[in-house]
């Protein structure tokens, strides 16, 4: 019943460096075998190891399978806060990514994460993260005030004020605020792939190919499906659609979910055994088949005889600590 795959890491985009290959060579193998309908949305990347791809990225977060978002961290617009801070690419790093993919990739998401206060950052380097806030806009935006971890290099820097965190914090967030990322989408027909229930319990939450929350009425027809909506409302971080009448509701082709009590992962012909032993006309269907069954079930004989011995010699230490401590008080 899966419709929707999420591919993520510590850092997806140096996956293959240790193995000879790289992302998008994994990408497009599986994007191959995605069914239609079904979305594969990637997981967050740093600027280095994306740019080594951006031609190969940016024709597969074209692919209609794939999900037109990325979350790239950028943490600071000022290159002596990434220098402190040990990250292995400047500005202009991140700079070069967003803007290749924006240019190639129409309506892309980017999000991205800000730490505000970190040691050594000056005023004039917070300004210059705002400023680059204020120039992209990004519709999803992690905002983090910094807090030094016992033991590490950060914690024994020189750190900023907490008041100057906190008001940092406070004005990068009002500048978050002060724009609406999906007003101008209101009255575009989109598909939107449904996956989960709203947290007020009031909406189901779809997103479209830029992966954008949209939520839709609560219809049991439209959970796990695409489905073509109009929509209607733009709040900050999400809009919302109505179901189109004239569209058709699209069924990922992906094959249908086991029942409850079915067993995963076993050879067809064990699988028919399972189900049919219980007739006298149905015999195992080969000499590897009923073996593989006699081990699965020994191995859950050896276990449950182990088990038994362990809380039988729980028990004796339990008995024997008693008899020990009755002996001692009694003498």
């Known amino acids: 019943g899966v419709c929707e795959i999420w591919l993520t890491s510590e850092d997806t985009g140096a996956y293959g460096r240790d193995i000879g290959t790289d992302l998008p060579t994994l990408l497009w193998k599986l994007v191959e075998v995605i069914p239609e309908s079904a979305m594969l949305r990637l997981g967050m990347t740093n600027p280095p190891y994306i740019l080594e791809h951006l031609e190969e990225m940016a024709k597969i977060l074209n692919h209609p399978r794939v999900y037109a978002f990325l979350h790239i961290p950028v943490q600071s617009a000022s290159d002596s806060v990434l220098m402190d801070m040990k990250r292995e ?11 290749f993919l924006k240019e190639r990739v ?10 505000c206060g970190f040691p050594g ?13 204020e120039e992209y806009r990004f519709p999803s935006l992690f905002i983090n005030q910094f807090y030094p971890r016992p033991g590490t290099p950060a914690a024994k820097m020189a750190q900023v004020p907490a008041h100057v965190k906190k008001q940092r914090t406070k004005e990068l967030s009002q500048l978050f605020h002060s724009y609406s990322p999906y007003d101008h989408k209101i009255g575009q027909r989109q598909q939107v792939l449904v996956t989960e229930e709203s947290f007020d319990l009031q909406y189901y939450v779809a997103h479209n190919r830029c992966y954008e929350q949209v939520l839709v009425p609560k219809d ?11 929509i209607f409302e733009a709040g900050k971080h999400y809009m919302k659609g109505t179901p189109l009448s004239d569209s058709e509701v699209y069924t990922p082709s992906i094959t249908k979910p086991l029942e409850k009590g079915k067993v995963s992962g076993l050879p067809e012909e064990c699988k028919s055994w399972l189900n049919n032993g219980s007739s006298s006309r149905v015999k195992p269907p080969d000499e590897r088949g009923e073996a593989f069954l006699q081990k699965s079930f020994g191995e859950e004989r050896m276990k449950i005889v182990y088990f038994l011995f362990a809380v039988l010699a729980v028990l004796f230490a339990f008995l024997g600590a008693k008899l020990y401590q009755i002996e001692i008080l009694g003498n």
Request: glycine share 4%; proline share 2%.
């Open 89 to 99: 690419y400047c500005v202009a790093d991140f700079k070069r990514v967003a803007d």
């Open 121 to 133: 950052e000056t005023d004039d380097d917070f300004k210059e993260t705002l400023k680059l806030v």
């Open 220 to 230: 049991q027809a439209f959970m796990g499906k695409m489905v073509e909506v109009e």
């Open 106 to 115: 129409p309506g892309i998401t980017i999000a991205t994460d800000i730490i």
